[in-house]
C-alpha cells in the first residue's frame, strides 16, 4: 500500500529535502538581487533537488550524472549533441537503478526519464518556469502517495517545497529569473523516483505514471498551437494546478496501489487520457475567458 499523508511527514529525507530546499530558496532570492541570474536561480532549484535525490538513491553517483547529462541536453543546440546527452542521461538513470526486480524496470524507467524530462521541458516552456515547478512539485508528492517505497519522492517534495513557494512569492504574474528548462532535470528524477519508490511493488511504477499529468502533454501541446499559445505565461494556473493535483491523487491512489501491471497501467491511462481531455476542450475556453 501506499502511504498516507501523515505517514510521509514522518519520514527524515523529507526534512532534509526541506532543508537542502530552504538553501536553494535562499541562493534564489540572492540570485533575483543580482540580475541577470537565470543560470544561478536554476541551480538554486535543481542542485537541492539532485542532492536531495542522491541522498535517497542506492547508486547516487550514476544518478547525478544522468541529472546532468539531461540539464546539459537541455541546453545544448545541436540535435546530435543533445541526443547523445539524454541517451546517456538515461543510462545513467538506469544504472543508478540497477539492479532490480523485474530487470526490465531500471531500462524502462531510464528511457521514461528522459521521454517525460523532454514533455515536461515542452510544457514548461509554454507555462513558464514558476507554475512548471509546482507541476513537477504535485507530480512528486503523488507519486509518494502511490509507491510502496515512498523515500525518493518525499526526498524531492521536500526538495522543492520552499523553492517553488519563493519562485511563485517574487514572481507572481511575471517569467522571473528562471529559465522553463530547469524543469527538465527536475522532472527526470521525479520518474526515477517513481521506479525507486516501485522495487517493493513494480507495477506501481506504471500506476504512478499518472502522475506526472499536465507534464506529459507535449505532444498535444506541439500538436494544437491554439493549445500552446493559450498555455503560454501561465495563464491557466489557477485551474492547471488544481488538474494537477487530482491528477496525481487520482492514478497514486488508484493505478499506484494496483500489484498488477496490466490494471495500473489501464487506470494510469485513463487519468492522463481525461487531462489531456480536460487541457484540449476546456483549456481554450478558459484561455478565452483570462
Given at each position: 500500500m501506499g502511504s498516507g499523508?501523515?505517514?510521509?511527514?514522518?519520514?527524515?529525507?523529507?526534512?532534509?529535502?526541506?532543508?537542502?530546499g530552504a538553501a536553494g530558496a535562499a541562493a534564489l532570492?540572492?540570485?533575483?538581487?543580482?540580475?541577470?541570474?537565470?543560470?544561478?536561480?536554476g541551480l538554486a532549484i535543481v542542485v537541492p533537488a539532485v542532492v536531495a535525490a542522491a541522498l535517497a538513491a542506492r547508486r547516487p553517483l550514476p544518478l547525478v550524472v544522468g541529472a546532468v547529462l539531461l540539464a546539459a541536453g537541455q541546453e545544448t543546440s545541436g540535435r546530435l549533441l543533445r541526443g547523445g546527452a539524454m541517451a546517456a542521461g538515461a543510462l545513467g538513470?538506469?544504472?543508478?537503478?540497477?539492479?532490480?526486480?523485474?530487470?526490465?524496470?531500471?531500462?524502462?524507467?531510464?528511457?521514461?526519464?528522459?521521454?517525460?524530462?523532454?514533455?515536461?521541458?515542452?510544457?514548461?516552456?509554454?507555462?513558464?518556469?514558476?507554475?512548471?515547478?509546482?507541476?513537477?512539485?504535485?507530480?512528486?508528492?503523488g507519486v509518494a502517495l502511490g509507491v510502496p517505497d515512498v523515500e525518493?519522492?518525499?526526498?524531492?517534495?521536500?526538495?522543492?517545497?520552499?523553492?517553488?513557494?519563493?519562485?511563485?512569492?517574487?514572481?507572481?504574474?511575471?517569467p522571473g529569473p528562471v529559465a522553463p528548462s530547469v524543469v527538465v532535470p527536475v522532472a527526470g528524477l521525479v520518474v526515477w523516483a517513481m521506479a525507486e519508490g516501485a522495487r517493493g511493488r513494480p507495477a506501481a511504477f506504471w500506476g504512478t505514471a499518472g502522475c506526472l499529468g499536465v507534464l506529459v502533454l507535449a505532444p498535444l501541446v506541439a500538436r494544437w498551437p491554439d493549445v500552446r499559445d493559450r498555455l503560454r505565461g501561465g495563464r491557466w494556473w489557477w485551474w492547471l494546478l488544481p488538474l494537477q493535483?487530482?491528477?496525481?491523487?487520482?492514478?497514486?491512489?488508484?493505478?499506484?496501489?494496483?500489484?498488477?501491471?496490466?490494471?495500473?497501467?489501464?487506470?494510469?491511462?485513463?487519468?492522463?487520457?481525461?487531462?489531456?481531455?480536460?487541457?484540449?476542450?476546456?483549456?481554450?475556453?478558459?484561455?478565452?475567458?483570462?
Open positions: 499523508p501523515g505517514a510521509l511527514l514522518s519520514e527524515p529525507l523529507l526534512w532534509q529535502g526541506v532543508v537542502l532570492l540572492v540570485a533575483e538581487r543580482r540580475p541577470p541570474g537565470r543560470s544561478f536561480a538513470f538506469a544504472v543508478s537503478l540497477w539492479p532490480a526486480r523485474p530487470s526490465w524496470l531500471p531500462v524502462v524507467a531510464g528511457v521514461a526519464a528522459v521521454a517525460g524530462a523532454w514533455s515536461a521541458g515542452a510544457v514548461a516552456a509554454a507555462v513558464g518556469a514558476r507554475v512548471a515547478v509546482a507541476l513537477v512539485l504535485v507530480s512528486a508528492g525518493a519522492p518525499v526526498a524531492l517534495v521536500g526538495a522543492l517545497l520552499v523553492p517553488a513557494l519563493v519562485l511563485w512569492v517574487i514572481h507572481p504574474s511575471a493535483v487530482v491528477a496525481a491523487v487520482a492514478a497514486a491512489r488508484t493505478g499506484g496501489l494496483r500489484a498488477d501491471v496490466e490494471g495500473a497501467s489501464l487506470w494510469s491511462a485513463a487519468v492522463l487520457v481525461v487531462v489531456a481531455g480536460i487541457v484540449a476542450l476546456v483549456g481554450p475556453r478558459a484561455g478565452a475567458g483570462a
